[in-house]
C-alpha cells in the first residue's frame, strides 16, 4: 500500500514492553525490518536480566536512528504509556515481544488509520496445539468486541493521548479498559483480519494457567471500575466453547483468579479514573550506554 512522493504516509510508532524476551527478539526485530516505512521502533523494557540489552543492542547498531531503547519498571500498560509518550510517530502500533508480524502488518493498520481511531488486527497463537485451539472469552461494548489483545493493536497518537493511555493499575486487562473507554469516547475498532501478528502461546501447562489466572483477576478489576459487565458476557456462547479438559482448566483458572481478587481487592478497589501517567520525557540508550531510567 504506497503512497506518492508527494503525499507521504504518516509516520508510525512500533511500541513494544518487554521483560526477559531475549530469546524471542531476533525474530520479533526480524519481522519488523521487513515492514514498509517509514516507522520506528520503541522499545520499553521493564529491567531484564536475560541479555535483552545486548540483543536490542546488536540491532541498533546494524540499523541506526530506527530502533529506540528505554528502561522503565512497571507493569505492561507503564511500559506501553511510557513508549507511547516517548513516539514520534502519528499511529502508535503495540506488539509484544514474543510476536512475530506478518510482512504486511503495518501496511495494514496504517491504512485502517488513515479512515478509523482504532485498529486491531488478527492474532494467530502458535505453540502447543491444544492450546492454541482454545477459542478467546469476548467482552461486548454496545455491541463490539472490546477483547482485541495489545499484542496487535494500533490507536492514533492523539486519541490515546485523550484517553490518558493504558490504566496502570491492572494487572492484566489494561488493554480491554483502554478499548472500553474509546467505545464509550464514540471511537470505532476497526477489526482488520488481514493485519495478522503470531503470538507464541505459553510453554508449559503450569505458564498457560497461571496466565489465566491473572487474566480473570483483570477481569474482575474491569466490573470496579466499569461496574458490572457479565451482562454483556455470551454466556451459551462461553459455556460452549469449553470443549475439552483443558478449556475447564483454563476456566477454572480464571474464575479463581476472579474471586481472588474479589477477596483480597479491600481498598485497591478501581473506583475512579486512572490518575494521567504520561509525564517527563526520559532519555534514550545507545548499545553500550546505560539507559536511562524514571521511577514508576
Known amino acids: ?126 505453540g502447543r496445539p491444544a492450546y492454541a485451539n482454545l477459542e478467546r472469552v469476548e467482552l461486548y461494548q454496545g455491541g463490539k468486541d472490546v477483547t482485541f489483545p495489545s499484542c496487535n493493536l494500533a490507536y492514533r497518537k492523539s486519541l490515546f493521548l485523550q484517553l490518558g493511555g493504558f490504566d496502570p493499575r491492572f494487572i492484566t486487562a489494561e488493554d480491554i479498559d483502554l478499548n472500553l473507554r474509546a467505545v464509550q469516547a464514540g471511537a470505532h475498532i476497526r477489526y482488520v483480519p488481514e493485519a495478522i501478528v503470531y503470538h507464541r502461546m505459553r510453554p508449559t501447562w503450569f505458564r498457560f494457567l497461571y496466565q489465566a489466572f491473572w487474566n480473570g483477576y483483570g477481569r474482575k478489576q474491569l466490573t470496579e471500575k466499569h461496574g458490572m459487565l457479565w451482562g454483556n458476557y455470551r454466556y451459551r456462547r462461553l459455556l460452549q466453547g469449553q470443549r475439552s479438559v483443558l478449556a475447564w482448566a483454563r476456566l477454572a483458572a480464571a474464575m479463581t483468579g476472579y474471586f481472588t481478587r474479589v477477596v483480597t481487592g479491600g481498598n485497591r478497589r478501581l473506583t475512579g479514573p486512572a490518575p494521567v501517567t504520561i509525564g517527563t520525557t526520559v532519555g534514550a540508550s545507545t548499545p553500550g550506554d546505560s539507559a536511562s531510567r524514571e521511577s514508576s
Open 1 to 126: 500500500m504506497g503512497s506518492s512522493a508527494a503525499n507521504p504516509p504518516p509516520f508510525v510508532s512500533i511500541v513494544i514492553t518487554v521483560r526477559h524476551e531475549a530469546a524471542h527478539l531476533p525474530a520479533l526485530f526480524d519481522s519488523l525490518l521487513q515492514q514498509d516505512p517509514p516507522f520506528e521502533i520503541v522499545l520499553v523494557d521493564a529491567e531484564s536480566h536475560d541479555g535483552t540489552r545486548a540483543v536490542v543492542g546488536r540491532y541498533a547498531r546494524e540499523h541506526p536512528g530506527l530502533i529506540r531503547f528505554y528502561e522503565h519498571p512497571g507493569s505492561r500498560g507503564i511500559g506501553r504509556n511510557e513508549g507511547a509518550r516517548l513516539a514520534r510517530g502519528t499511529f502508535l502500533l503495540f506488539i509484544d515481544g514474543d510476536c512475530i508480524a506478518d510482512s504486511d502488518w503495518l501496511a495494514q493498520l496504517r491504512h485502517a488509520l488513515t479512515e478509523t481511531l482504532v485498529a486491531a488486527g488478527r492474532t494467530v497463537v502458535v
